[in-house]
Nanobody
């Protein structure tokens, strides 16, 4: 599967952005999906994951209540709605896929990666 992330940009603190990750192929529903991010000078960080059917989601504590992962298997698209953004959310955001029912929170749990989209939150 090939992944293409989009939707990043520059936003003021407290604002919102919606990221999308378009997947190629007709087997998107076979993949659990995740979002990760890498801030300047920091390690890659797990953000959220969703099961292949969409019924199970998980978010890292730092984004709970602000970010929501979702997917539309009919549209082969993964989403990340980000609200109440903070400057510390500034990072390159990556979508990822693994051919399992549920993905994990480690970078190594996933087999396919999008190219990343930059999110910058100004204070």
């Amino acid at each position: 599967v090939q992944l293409q992330a989009s939707g990043g940009g520059l936003v003021q603190a407290g604002g919102s952005l919606g990221l999308s990750c378009a997947a190629s192929g007709r087997t998107f529903g076979s993949y659990a999906m995740g979002w990760f991010r890498r801030a300047p000078g920091k390690e890659r960080e797990f953000v959220a994951a969703i099961s292949r059917g969409g019924g199970t989601t998980r978010h890292v504590d730092s984004v709970k209540g602000r970010f929501t992962i979702s997917r539309d298997n009919a549209k082969n698209t993964l989403y990340l709605q980000m609200n109440s953004l903070k400057p510390e959310d500034t990072a390159v955001y990556y979508c990822a896929a693994v051919a399992r029912s549920v993905g994990g929170s480690r970078w190594s749990d996933y087999d396919y990666w999008g190219q990343g989209t930059q999110v910058t939150v100004s204070s």
